[in-house]
């Protein structure tokens, strides 16, 4: 059984930066894909950042630039680094696994980006 425990969530100020943090346990494995979508109030989750297998990775047009993701295999642990926060970053970020086309994910964390 797979589970994914996030952390790091919170609220900043416009222009701040947050670190997001998943760590799963459970058979993984490096080829497996992570990631992170996000669902703002009245709209559909969409996509954040993935890391595919051999380091690929793929943004939205809207945080490239400002969020990294990284991963760490050894900890089973995928890393979402927000720069430059944006009140329309505002939204549950949810971690996100795919093994093998069964797709698991997180229970979400809030972020709030507020003046």
């Known amino acids: 059984q797979v589970h994914l425990l996030e952390s790091g969530g919170g609220s900043v100020q416009p222009g701040g930066s947050l670190r997001l943090s998943c760590a799963a346990s459970?058979?993984?494995?490096?080829?497996?894909?992570m990631g992170w979508y996000r669902q703002a109030p009245g709209k559909q989750r969409e996509l954040v950042a993935v890391?595919?297998?051999?380091?690929?990775?793929n943004y939205a047009d809207s945080v490239k630039g400002r969020f990294t993701i990284s991963r760490d295999n050894a900890k089973k642990t995928v890393y979402l680094q927000m720069n430059s926060l944006k009140p329309e970053d505002t939204a549950v970020y949810y971690c996100?696994?795919?093994?093998?086309?069964?797709?698991?994910w997180g229970q979400g964390t809030q972020v709030t980006v507020s003046s």
């Open positions: 996100m696994l795919d093994v093998f086309s069964v797709v698991y």
């Open positions: 890391t595919r297998s051999g380091g690929t990775t």
């Open positions: 459970g058979s993984i494995f490096s080829i497996n894909p």
